[in-house]
């Protein structure tokens, strides 16, 4: 019997959740499996993978094939490298210890990657809700600066209307006055 460790979609529409399970490779996708040995949700922001390090180990140690995606994340948390490590030891390349101390070097390496991102991801958040506020707070002090505009010019201009029609209806008045006059002067 063929088995695989791959991926079985649970979960809503457009939220997947997967459990990664040994199952014979020719049972359906979400159907029978031997062993649940963890889980994987690429929703969150680094993905969140829980996995039984040792069962799948043994699995893996025992001729069970991942697919490639659970290759990647079987690599990803280190089961891989401990294998190859377990390998080294086996060949005579070098100790348990030795293997152990290797192993302990990468999974402190990895722990720093993924603690840097989310670090990132949380600053690069802060970062970007600080100049969405502060933007904010621009279009805001421009409304109002374009709403006090608007009001206070308006009693300005009547002002200036007033005074523009005073001196213009006084030259209309004087020339209609003039007119006047002239008819009635070249007449006599």
């Known amino acids: ?48 993978i829980d996995i039984n390090f040792d069962k799948t180990l043994e699995w893996v140690n025992s001729g069970a094939q991942p697919t490639d995606t659970c290759r990647a994340i079987l690599s990803y948390k280190g089961v891989l490298y401990r294998k190859h490590l377990q390998g080294g030891v086996a060949k005579g390349a070098f100790t348990e210890e030795q293997a152990a101390e290797k192993f302990q070097a990468w999974l402190d390496q990895k722990e720093g990657k993924i603690t840097g991102k989310k670090d990132n991801l949380s600053t690069a958040k802060a970062d970007a809700r600080k100049a969405a506020l502060a933007a904010e707070a621009k279009k805001k002090e421009d409304r109002a600066a374009a709403i006090a505009a608007k009001n206070t010019p308006v009693a300005e201009e009547t002002e200036e209307v007033a005074d523009e029609a005073t001196p213009a209806e006084d030259a209309a008045t004087e020339e209609t006055e003039g007119a006047t006059e002239a008819p009635a002067a070249t007449e006599e």
């Open 1 to 48: 019997m063929a088995t695989k460790i791959r991926l079985q979609r649970h979960g809503k529409k457009g939220k997947p959740l997967y459990y990664i399970v040994v199952a014979d490779s020719r049972a359906p996708r979400d159907g029978r499996f031997i062993e649940r040995v963890g889980t994987y949700n690429p929703n969150t922001n680094p993905a969140t």
